[in-house]
């Protein structure tokens, strides 16, 4: 998914209207973004959120009266600056973005090049730009020669176009969303209206087939016979803001919900039931380690933990570090050691350059992510997709579940020999519904109603459950700004013991009844006995629930699968305890979604 | 909140869907979704809906949700099909013309209004569409037997002359089959109707514009598919008639009436009997005989040597090994032990305190029952959500919700 925007008839805000229009598609996508000026074509792009493209406009200063504009979320092709849109003919003469899928791009592309013409990125729609430079040079006017190059395409897409010194842009629509804005003295074009709301709310909903000219005049929409036709203009109501969030209250909420399927499809087809074998084809041939490092930072980092605790359980030594300390303080590793990074984006810096250190020291790499060909995925020597699909809220919520998933497909992947798997697979298969019940059925609103102003919130938890109780304290801090500590349940005593106190309830994460759990329930009697208030996050195996003040229930399944539902439930609780409080939750203070920065 | 698209051929292009409702009469398979989210084969009957309207063409679509939208939400997020869906929320479910109000902001141009609970074949949309021209309103017209549940329909011509909710006279007759047409003054016409019995229907309205002389509402006879489910039994008629028609989602094996997800795993040993439907990652253990007619959900897993026939199996549900299951609806994530019995219909169900003689059902798991080994289901049991019914029980009548069957 992609959005593209573009606007004529604002002068020197031509700029500033197109950024803004692409800030508010970042839903669609955002991993790079640009956006080409005329009537001196002018094409600034970046690979990265639009924020790197936001700088690089600003050290620029770009002057243009019009322009296109365009933010990617990559599915073919890496989300670099070459790939980034808009793309352009050989001269600089013509720009193009697009949304969508050119179904013969390998044909125009072969008959192109036949003709000597140099291709500057991986994609389908740089064939767009070429075939209107070729026909600009037989001679063609410019609106002749964007129809004969939209004449050739096959597929679905939303393009716009603009031509050098030519004072117009060129739309046209064939299974893609465009829609026209019309403003006064001024039009504009989107995949989506939250891009122009705020300048207009008289809006131009195209059909399939239908083309478009704007200039200073105004505009003209063309049927596919290049005839204008008429059209109705149509008022809409609705803030920017609600459509992508398909009518939740944030995007935080509606990705918790969005786990079931998120989860199914992090396991889609990698695992067969029946003969109880788990197969990573983006993996492939890669011999069994003996060691294995992960690195990441944050939410990814309490994965790693999770992902080190499984494999360590399998026999193979492993370690999480935290990344922005492995590139600076690296530890020794063998040859025979494989680093996996976990990064949602795979672009987070940190992560980057500890896989790049690990790299460069012979050992091979391997990124556990969510954005198909990002720099992580592409860098390391093999990357595999967790497939949570775009995650926009700052807090970082069904990809944190998908990469415990994902940890687990992997180390299967990497270890040989392993018992029998059919009870792992079933209970992995068997996540979306789990989350589903917990969704249908949380208490974590009702224990925010009785806690909800307490002074701290307190996270304990032994083996796999310690990243769960790191992660559930980083939520609940990121986006309710309350303090919350998580910590292994036996270093309490060692010192933290002495932050407890009747007005910090300690939510305890106890999950099956081995003798992790037992001694967990050793800790909620030690707090229990400083007066503090103890919600346990159980499945009910040990006598948990009944030590316990609270209970947040999630269902009975294997040790590697409990820790998914126990952290939904502290995702829903820090949620609910941010709304609580009024916090802007998608966008919490000084914090950003991808950090791109070391 | 944003309006309905006009086009230059005139014919709407905006659809109103209603999916707010529970679907009282289909519980307890409702306590976690509602009606509209219910599986048709293997895919909530929304989605059917939604395919319908935009194989005929339409391009924005506005969903009014109300009990357990989330559901509704996450299942379909802000597009589907490319197809951008705003989201309109009904607090109170207090009829079909309350709901439509819901969506009234900025609508400047016709649109389409249908229930997202009824499976409709394009063909009644685009018809609908295409008709509605100078009328006030146009409905689809269906003939059948189902005119006492749907409203019976009198046409002059193509001008419907009367709407009655109940008719008097039973048989075969022409019914509201829930798809219209109308212009942004329908939102007039239901403010200026007084609401009875706590409910705001939108016939009140069509009756409205009926009786008013300025106006008129034209009747579009179709005789396409229609169907909707009333109670729990019928989704199996429903999946029967989905999977006849093979609108399901997985691709035919072989060119037959064998439809299977590529990421499906069927064992060599088990036998698919078409026409039957195994949606993604699905597994069907060795020895298993599926069909006809079973739609397995997605993630359902049948296990070995289960014979099932004429099943609706709902995603993430497992069916224990050596299970006979006859006429079975079972919901989502149900974990049903080995060598369970269903053997089907016909039984006399009792619903609301109304008695369903002969109905054609095995029985009814609602979502995430416990079976455990070797129970039994007598024909016509309706089992509440999160049951645990334990090993050899024998369960008939109505089981309540999260309760345990010891015996």
Redesign the interface.
């Known amino acids: 998914m992609c959005g593209i925007v573009g606007c004529i008839g604002r002068g020197d805000d031509t700029v500033n209207v197109l950024i803004d229009g692409l800030r508010s598609l970042e ?1 669609r996508g955002y991993d790079s973004a640009g956006i080409a000026l005329g009537p001196t074509l002018t094409v600034l792009r970046k690979a990265g959120e639009l924020d790197a493209l936001a700088e690089v406009v600003d050290a620029n200063e770009p002057t243009g009266t019009y322009g296109i504009g365009h933010t990617r979320w990559s599915t073919h092709g890496p989300p670099n600056d070459r790939n980034a849109h808009p793309h352009t003919d050989e001269n600089g003469r013509v720009a193009v973005v697009h949304n969508g899928i050119i179904e013969n791009y390998a044909e125009i592309k072969s008959e192109l090049e036949a003709e000597g013409v140099t291709f500057s990125s991986d994609t389908d729609t740089e064939v767009v730009p070429h075939l209107i430079a070729r026909e600009l040079a037989d001679g063609v006017d410019a609106e002749t020669a964007f129809h004969q190059a939209v004449d050739r395409l096959d597929g ?1 897409y939303a393009i716009a176009a603009i031509i050098d010194s030519t004072e117009t842009i060129f739309a046209a629509r064939q ?3 465009l829609v026209i804005g019309v403003g006064d003295n001024c039009t504009y074009l989107a995949s ?2 939250p891009a122009f709301i705020e300048h207009t709310r008289d ?1 131009i ?1 195209l ?1 399939d087939g239908q083309r478009v000219r704007a200039d200073a005049e105004g505009y003209t929409v063309l049927d596919d016979n290049r005839e204008p ?4 203009i ?5 803030t920017a803001e ?7 209250d944030h995007y935080m909420l ?1 990705e918790i ?2 786990q ?2 998120a989860l ?1 499809q992090c ?3 990698r695992a ?3 003969d109880g074998t788990i197969t990573l084809e983006e993996v492939g041939e890669i011999p069994q380690p003996d060691a294995v490092q992960f690195v990441a930072c944050g939410t990814s980092y309490h994965a790693a933990l999770y992902g080190a605790a499984t494999l360590r359980e399998m026999g193979i030594p492993a370690e999480a570090y935290l990344a922005s300390e492995y590139a600076l303080s690296p530890p020794p590793l063998s040859l025979g050691t494989l680093v996996v990074g976990i990064t949602q984006s795979g672009e987070t810096a940190d992560t980057l350059a500890a896989l790049r250190d690990a790299k460069s020291r012979g050992v091979t790499t391997l990124a556990l992510t969510n954005t198909v060909n990002s720099t992580a995925a592409r860098e390391c020597d093999h990357a595999v997709y967790i497939r949570a699909g775009p995650e926009i809220g700052v807090a970082a919520t069904k990809t944190f579940s998908s990469q415990l998933v994902g940890c687990n497909l992997l180390a299967e992947e990497l270890v040989e020999g392993q018992l029998d798997l059919r009870p792992l697979i ?1 209970s992995l ?2 996540l ?3 989350v ?2 917990i ?2 059925s949380s208490a974590a609103e009702a224990i925010v109603e009785e806690y909800g102003d307490s002074d701290a919130y307190f996270f304990i938890g032994r083996g796999k459950n310690v990243a769960v109780a790191l992660e559930g304290a980083l939520k609940c801090k990121e986006i309710s700004y309350e303090h919350a500590e998580g910590f292994p349940a036996g270093e309490l005593k060692h010192g933290p013991l002495a932050l407890v106190t009747p007005d910090t309830p300690v939510f305890a994460v106890v999950t099956g009844d081995d003798k992790r759990a037992q001694k967990t329930l050793g800790n909620i009697k030690e707090v229990q006995a400083r007066g503090a208030p103890v919600i346990a996050v159980t499945d009910g195996e040990s006598d948990a629930a009944e030590i316990a003040d609270e209970t947040l229930e999630i269902p009975e399944t294997t040790e590697r699968a409990a820790p998914v539902l126990a952290n939904v439930q502290l995702q829903l609780f820090s949620y609910h305890l941010a709304d609580a409080l009024g916090r802007p939750i998608d966008k919490p203070r000084n914090l950003a979604k991808s950090v791109t920065v070391e | 909140m944003s309006t309905f698209s006009a086009q230059a051929d005139s014919r709407p292009s905006s659809a109103v869907v209603l999916a707010a409702g529970e679907g009282i009469r289909l519980r307890p398979l409702t306590a976690n979704r509602p009606k509209p989210m219910l599986p048709a084969g293997t895919r909530p009957i929304l989605e059917h809906v939604l395919n319908a309207l935009i194989d005929a063409g339409i391009n924005n679509i506005h969903l009014v949700v109300g009990y357990q939208a989330n559901r509704v939400r996450s299942h379909f997020g802000a597009t589907y099909r490319d197809v951008p869906l705003t989201y309109h929320t009904q607090t109170n479910q207090l009829g079909s013309g309350h709901a439509l109000l819901q969506a009234r902001e900025g609508s400047t141009d016709s649109f389409l209004l249908v229930n997202g609970d009824q499976i409709i074949d394009s063909r009644i949309v685009e018809a609908v569409r295409t008709t509605h021209t100078d009328a006030a309103a146009a409905l689809a017209v269906v003939e059948g037997p189902q005119a006492a549940d749907y409203g019976a329909v009198t046409l002059d011509g193509s001008e419907i002359t009367t709407l009655s909710e109940q008719p008097t006279s039973g048989g075969f007759r022409l019914f509201n089959a829930g798809v219209y047409a109308f212009t942004p003054e329908i939102f007039e016409t239901l403010e200026t109707i007084s609401v009875d019995r706590g409910e705001l229907p939108i016939t009140d309205a069509l009756q409205a514009l009926i009786d008013d002389k300025n106006h008129t509402v034209a009747g579009v006879r179709t005789d396409h598919f229609w169907m909707d489910a009333t109670h729990a039994w019928d989704l199996l008629s429903l999946s029967r008639a989905l999977l006849r028609r093979g609108w399901v989602d997985p691709p035919a094996i072989d060119g037959g009436d064998c439809y299977v997800d590529e990421t499906a795993k069927v064992h060599p040993d088990a036998t698919l009997v078409g026409p039957v439907v195994v949606d993604s990652d699905a597994v069907i253990e060795a020895g298993a005989v599926v069909g006809p007619y079973a739609a397995i959900g997605a993630s359902a897993t049948v296990g070995a040597g289960a014979v099932l026939r004429d099943v609706v199996i709902d995603t993430d549900t497992s069916v224990g090994p050596n299970t006979t299951a006859s006429e079975l609806v079972a919901g989502q994530g149900c974990a049903i032990g080995g060598a369970f019995t269903a053997a089907g219909g016909p039984a006399d169900v009792v619903l609301e305190e109304q008695v369903y003689p002969d109905v054609d059902l095995g029985g009814v798991l609602s979502d995430r029952v416990e079976v455990g080994g070797a129970a039994t289901l007598e024909p016509g049991a309706l089992v509440g959500p999160d049951a645990v019914l334990g090993d050899g029980v024998v369960v008939s009548g109505q089981v309540d919700a999260g309760s345990e069957v010891v015996r």
């Open positions: 839903y679905s299974g893609s969303p989506d209206v809006v909903f059909e036709v008429e059209v109705d149509e008022t809409v109501s609705y609600e459509t992508g969030k398909s009518g939740y509606k919900h969005e079931p399927t199914r396991f889609s087809g067969d039931a029946l079933e298969r068997n979306p519904d789990d589903q019940s969704l249908d």
